[in-house]
């Protein structure tokens, strides 16, 4: 079983949709939630992180975090086509720990 | 923002010849650098951890003698493959940390290098 399981898709949804991606990670001792957003052929940009369980928002971006049930979500709210990207969650258990990544969804956001 | 600029951007080499690839942390001090490659649909695969001044960590699996890490100053890091294999071709990418940030807030990330060994 891998540490991080993410869906890669492709997801497409119309522009102005709210989109939800998601991540789901066996490790308890994960600590430190981030997602990323990786155009092609470009390196990951972060987007969001957050410690612990809860919620995180940052615009039309909303990340959350359930711990008890070791999932977590982005939320990407009134979809732009700019937002077309692969979406990647990643995790470690904080201080200087390696980053453990997902997989990527690959989302397309249609005019 | 901490940008971190990688290059080359691409690169096309003959089996058997060295690559090097180059990793700047232009207005930071990068006192942890980290290779990862990136196959297609795969995800980002941690190779090694440097540290300025000391010899890389690889992760296990990843030959140290065929991939080469030098982080010898605070804003320089390069990866060396060497003898290059058509199976190296990949996605290679660095990340850098910020001295100055709290943990897990200043991992930036270096534009990527697409290798491609013929």
């Known amino acids: 079983q891998k540490e991080v399981e993410q869906d890669p898709g492709p997801l497409s949804v119309p522009e102005g949709a709210i989109v939800s991606l998601n991540c789901t990670y066996s490790?308890?001792?994960?600590?430190?939630f981030m997602w990323y957003r990786q155009y092609s052929r470009k390196g990951p940009e972060l987007l969001m992180y957050?410690?612990?369980?809860g919620n995180k928002e940052d615009g039309r971006f909303t990340a959350q975090v359930d711990k008890s049930s070791k999932y977590i979500s982005l939320f990407i709210r009134d979809s732009q086509p700019s937002d077309s990207a692969t979406y990647l969650c990643a995790m470690n258990s904080g201080g200087y720990q390696k980053v453990t990544f997902g997989i990527g969804t690959k989302l397309q956001v249609i005019p | 923002g901490a940008v971190v600029s990688q290059h080359p951007s691409w690169v096309i080499c003959k089996s058997g010849t060295s690559v090097k690839i180059e990793c700047r942390s232009l207005d930071f001090q990068a006192t942890t650098m980290f290779w990862y490659r990136q196959f297609p649909k795969q995800s980002l695969m941690l190779m090694a951890t440097?540290?300025?001044?000391?010899?890389?960590?690889?992760e296990q699996g990843v030959e140290k003698d065929k991939f080469l890490i030098n982080h010898a100053s605070l804003t320089l890091s390069t990866l060396t493959v060497t003898s290059a294999h058509p199976e190296d071709s990949s996605f290679y990418i660095c990340s850098a940390r910020d001295a100055g940030s709290a943990p897990n807030y200043g991992y930036t990330f270096g534009s990527g290098t697409r290798l491609t060994v013929v």
């Open positions: 490790n308890s001792a994960f600590q430190y």
């Open positions: 957050t410690y612990s369980s």
């Open positions: 440097s540290n300025e001044g000391s010899k890389a960590t690889y």
